[in-house]
């Protein structure tokens, strides 16, 4: 594995069991990347999927179906 790269299986994942007081804000990355994508010029929007898809396939096919569902709303 080169520097600066994870593996995405050896994360560990937050297990504390929050309160609905303590739990605060939820932030949905995928939908912050939809949006982001929504007001970016085509040329880096390709970029960008692109690199996604070599990290991670399936991420950049839910990426490009909720944009086309957003697209059609």
Do not use: V
Request: zero cysteines; aromatic letters at 4%; charged letters at 35%.
């Amino acid at each position: 594995m080169k520097s600066g790269q994870y593996d995405r299986n050896s994360i560990k994942r937050p297990t504390a069991n929050f309160s609905q007081e303590e739990e605060g804000l939820r932030i949905d990355g995928l939908q912050q990347i939809i949006d982001l994508l929504k007001h970016a010029d085509a040329p880096f929007r390709d970029s960008l999927l692109q690199r996604i898809s070599k990290k991670d396939p399936q991420i950049t096919l839910a990426i490009k179906r909720r944009l086309l569902s957003e697209d059609r709303r």
